[in-house]
């Protein structure tokens, strides 16, 4: 079955860096963009970040610089390097595959950033 998997989050000082992974499962990985929300205490989700198919990416701006999206073909899984962290990046992160009519999400894992 479908199964989009997080990993790497957890908690971390202002202004440093993590790394979240998403691995795929389940279907033909190469063929969906990928893309990541996240979802703030008392927000609504938004979007981070997007790689198409051919490995072109793009930002919500307040993201650009900061964070960098990318994928490995061959692993099925994609990334997000987060750097320069600050507390109202505190969020729930999300992966989510997309192609004409499908649409997978997964479970999510916690980013906290704090002193």
């Known amino acids: 079955q479908v199964q989009l998997v997080e990993s790497g989050g957890g908690l971390v000082q202002p202004g440093g860096s993590l790394r979240l992974s998403c691995a795929a499962s389940g279907f033909s990985f190469s063929s969906y963009i990928m893309r990541w929300y996240r979802q703030a205490p008392g927000k609504q989700r938004e979007f981070v970040a997007i790689v198409t198919t051919s490995g072109i990416t793009d930002y919500k701006d307040s993201f650009e610089g900061r964070f960098t999206i990318s994928r490995d073909n061959a692993k099925n899984t994609i990334y997000l390097q987060m750097n320069s962290l600050k507390a109202e990046d505190t969020a729930v992160y999300y992966c989510?595959?997309?192609?004409?009519?499908?649409?997978?999400w997964g479970q999510g894992i916690q980013v906290t950033v704090s002193s």
């Open positions: 989510n595959a997309g192609r004409a009519g499908n649409n997978y």
